[in-house]
């Protein structure tokens, strides 16, 4: 049974550390960047991919360290995601995030997560996160292209329009709910 609790974060609020110079480094800022560009990141690695230094060159709030991790990287931090090749450096970081109170995600090892990160359909304002709990990421991408490909481009006027009618609307809380309710049943 899927517990997890479905959250979309403000992430441009928060200040995002990034383990790892790799390609799920690159992986996991790239995500990061598509659905929040305005993130504030700061990614840290010995060794960092060309891609991701053409990602910081082109995102002003990226800061990239070319060194090793250390507990101290943790201050001012808000949320961190762990992709190196290194298990002891991914349980470090974990450990420490523990300590600080810090949600972590651990790439590829499920038992290390607070949180997954997971694959999303966009649509203008739409966006659609789907998860398998952690068991297949490879899944969820190929659902992600299926909506994708069924869901109408149309779909941001449609949007625009939902919220026009609800700026509209005179009423309590539940008047207001029952009448957008009635206008968006078509979509039964």
Same mark, same amino acid.
């Given at each position: 049974?899927?517990?997890?609790?479905?959250?979309?974060?403000?992430?441009?609020?928060?200040?995002?550390?990034?383990?790892?110079?790799?390609?799920?480094?690159?992986?996991? =800022?790239? @995500?990061?960047?598509?659905? %929040?560009?305005?993130?504030?990141?700061? &990614? $840290?690695?010995?060794?960092?991919? !060309?891609?991701?230094?053409?990602?910081?060159?082109?995102?002003?709030?990226?800061?990239? =360290?070319? @060194?090793?991790?250390?507990? %101290?990287?943790?201050?001012?931090?808000? &949320? $961190?995601?762990?992709?190196?090749? !290194?298990?002891?450096?991914?349980?470090?970081?974990?450990?420490?995030?523990?300590?600080?109170?810090?949600?972590?995600?651990?790439?590829?090892?499920?038992?290390?997560?607070?949180?997954?990160?997971?694959?999303?359909?966009?649509?203008?304002?739409?966006?659609?996160?789907?998860?398998?709990?952690?068991?297949?990421?490879?899944?969820?991408?190929?659902?992600?292209?299926?909506?994708?490909?069924?869901?109408?481009?149309?779909?941001?006027?449609?949007?625009?329009?939902?919220?026009?009618?609800?700026?509209?609307?005179?009423?309590?809380?539940?008047?207001?709910?029952?009448?957008?309710?009635?206008?968006?049943?078509?979509?039964?």
């Amino acid at each position: 049974m899927n517990t997890l609790f479905p959250i979309f974060l403000k992430l441009e609020q928060l200040h995002v550390l990034i383990v790892g110079g790799g390609y799920v480094g690159l992986e996991k =800022l790239t @995500a990061v960047l598509a659905n %929040s560009p305005q993130t504030t990141v700061t &990614l $840290v690695a010995p060794d960092i991919r !060309d891609e991701i230094s053409d990602l910081a060159a082109a995102h002003s709030r990226v800061t990239l =360290l070319r @060194a090793r991790y250390e507990p %101290s990287l943790l201050a001012n931090k808000n &949320l $961190v995601i762990v992709g190196t090749n !290194d298990k002891a450096v991914n349980r470090q970081v974990q450990q420490d995030c523990k300590a600080h109170g810090l949600l972590v995600n651990v790439a590829d090892t499920p038992e290390l997560c607070d949180f997954y990160l997971s694959s999303v359909v966009k649509k203008g304002d739409l966006k659609i996160a789907i998860s398998t709990n952690g068991k297949s990421p490879t899944f969820a991408k190929r659902f992600r292209e299926v909506l994708e490909e069924i869901l109408p481009d149309s779909l941001q006027e449609t949007l625009d329009n939902l919220l026009s009618i609800r700026n509209q609307l005179r009423g309590d809380f539940q008047e207001k709910l029952e009448k957008l309710n009635e206008i968006t049943k078509v979509m039964k």
